[in-house]
């Protein structure tokens, strides 16, 4: 069994990460934290009850140390960096949940902050694990990327070589209301999400620099990416729905089932997908069609699990050597 602990437990993910990590028969959690502690995780989250309670720590990078080899970091963004490095120097392995890993060291600062942790970002591997499978098992930091990013990419990567750089990329994304975090706001109140739904960000979200950096990174090509965002009145589901155009006509579900063969995540419909099918579950469910030199890219998956929480279990996985699909919910919620 290898001890883990999971910092940040008050949030949507962290409430993930204890139902994914309570039942997995390798990882046993030894250490949950927030930055205020004392309290008990049950208090926190109900739902816990009479399946699993525990103290909340305040964190301490020092006793998480002598708890646990590997952390979990369900951390806001600027506030994840400082913890991860006294971590990474205690030795401790650390999967981050945060943005503050995810980019370049100039694109972070352009769009986020200063970074606190200039030693390590260049040693943080981007956890999409169809991409980075083999990076992942040998490094110690793993940059789990968010939801957009996930859904978005795993649609476009396969096709970067016939895309017309020439043309706009436009990405319409939509997600459930748990991907803006627990706290409340005028855009996730009841009264203002209920039986609504509206753009925020349009063309300004942090997740298009990521996309477009990481297209770049393994395609080698700058694409023009348009991405725009939408709050659904859902608790959870994320679709994202792509549209290009190509330098000529291609089979795109082909491409699709080649590129995933050896993915046990992916699943590749004939069909547009929807939401319910992979809620619960790590999948990413996509449709792909093309018409002449249209092409349009329909991809799905659970926002707070293959979004956040249940892929960064299979990272976890993949770092301390064991099969990816361990302990992963693969089971969707609702029929």
Same mark, same amino acid.
């Given at each position: 069994?290898?001890?883990?602990?999971?910092?940040?437990?008050?949030?949507?993910?962290?409430?993930?990460?204890?139902?994914?990590?309570?039942?997995?028969?390798?990882?046993?959690?030894?250490?949950?934290?927030?930055?205020?502690?004392?309290?008990?995780?049950?208090?926190?989250?109900?739902?816990?009850?009479?399946?699993?309670?525990?103290?909340?720590?305040?964190?301490?990078?020092?006793?998480?140390?002598?708890? !646990?080899?590997?952390?979990? =970091?369900?951390?806001?963004?600027?506030?994840?960096?400082? +913890?991860?490095?006294? *971590? &990474?120097? @205690?030795?401790?392995?650390?999967?981050?949940?945060?943005?503050?890993?995810?980019?370049?060291?100039?694109?972070?600062?352009?769009?986020?902050?200063?970074?606190?942790?200039?030693?390590?970002?260049?040693?943080?591997?981007?956890?999409?694990?169809?991409?980075?499978?083999?990076?992942?098992?040998?490094?110690?930091?793993?940059?789990?990327?968010?939801?957009?990013?996930?859904?978005?990419?795993?649609?476009?990567?396969?096709?970067?070589?016939?895309?017309?750089?020439?043309?706009?990329?436009?990405?319409?994304?939509?997600?459930?209301?748990?991907?803006?975090?627990?706290?409340?706001?005028?855009?996730?109140?009841?009264?203002?999400?209920?039986?609504?739904?509206?753009?925020?960000?349009?063309?300004?979200?942090?997740?298009?620099?990521?996309? !477009?950096?990481?297209?770049? =990174?393994?395609?080698?090509?700058?694409?023009?990416?348009? +991405?725009?965002?939408? *709050? &659904?009145? @859902?608790?959870?589901?994320?679709?994202?729905?792509?549209?290009?155009?190509?330098?000529?006509?291609?089979?795109?579900?082909?491409?699709?089932?080649?590129?995933?063969?050896?993915?046990?995540?992916?699943?590749?419909?004939?069909?547009?997908?929807?939401?319910?099918?992979?809620?619960?579950?790590?999948?990413?469910?996509?449709?792909?069609?093309?018409?002449?030199?249209?092409?349009?890219?329909?991809?799905?998956?659970?926002?707070?699990?293959?979004?956040?929480?249940?892929?960064?279990?299979?990272?976890?996985?993949?770092?301390?050597?064991?099969?990816?699909?361990?302990?992963?919910?693969?089971?969707?919620?609702?029929?």
């Amino acid at each position: 069994m290898i001890d883990v602990a999971i910092i940040g437990a008050s949030g949507f993910t962290g409430l993930e990460l204890v139902k994914i990590l309570v039942g997995h028969p390798k990882f046993n959690i030894t250490y949950v934290a927030t930055s205020e502690g004392e309290t008990t995780l049950t208090s926190l989250h109900p739902s816990l009850t009479k399946i699993f309670d525990t103290p909340v720590q305040k964190a301490d990078a020092a006793q998480i140390a002598k708890n !646990a080899q590997l952390a979990f =970091l369900a951390l806001p963004h600027k506030a994840s960096m400082g +913890f991860a490095k006294e *971590l &990474l120097n @205690l030795g401790v392995k650390v999967v981050d949940l945060s943005a503050d890993y995810r980019l370049k060291l100039e694109t972070y600062e352009k769009y986020y902050c200063p970074h606190e942790d200039k030693e390590h970002i260049k040693d943080a591997v981007y956890g999409l694990p169809e991409l980075y499978h083999q990076e992942i098992k040998k490094s110690s930091l793993i940059a789990n990327p968010g939801c957009y990013p996930t859904a978005t990419l795993l649609g476009l990567l396969p096709f970067t070589e016939f895309i017309d750089e020439n043309f706009p990329i436009f990405i319409d994304a939509k997600s459930g209301v748990s991907g803006a975090g627990k706290k409340c706001t005028d855009n996730t109140h009841f009264v203002s999400i209920n039986e609504n739904s509206f753009a925020y960000n349009p063309l300004m979200h942090r997740h298009q620099p990521e996309i !477009a950096e990481k297209l770049y =990174l393994k395609s080698g090509k700058h694409f023009d990416i348009n +991405f725009v965002p939408h *709050l &659904l009145p @859902l608790t959870r589901g994320e679709m994202i729905d792509t549209y290009t155009l190509l330098k000529k006509p291609i089979e795109p579900l082909e491409i699709l089932r080649d590129f995933y063969k050896d993915s046990p995540f992916v699943r590749i419909f004939d069909k547009p997908v929807d939401l319910k099918s992979p809620s619960g579950t790590n999948f990413c469910d996509i449709f792909a069609k093309c018409v002449d030199k249209k092409l349009y890219i329909n991809s799905c998956i659970d926002n707070i699990l293959r979004g956040a929480s249940s892929q960064a279990v299979v990272n976890a996985n993949l770092m301390c050597g064991f099969e990816e699909e361990l302990g992963i919910p693969i089971i969707a919620y609702v029929p």
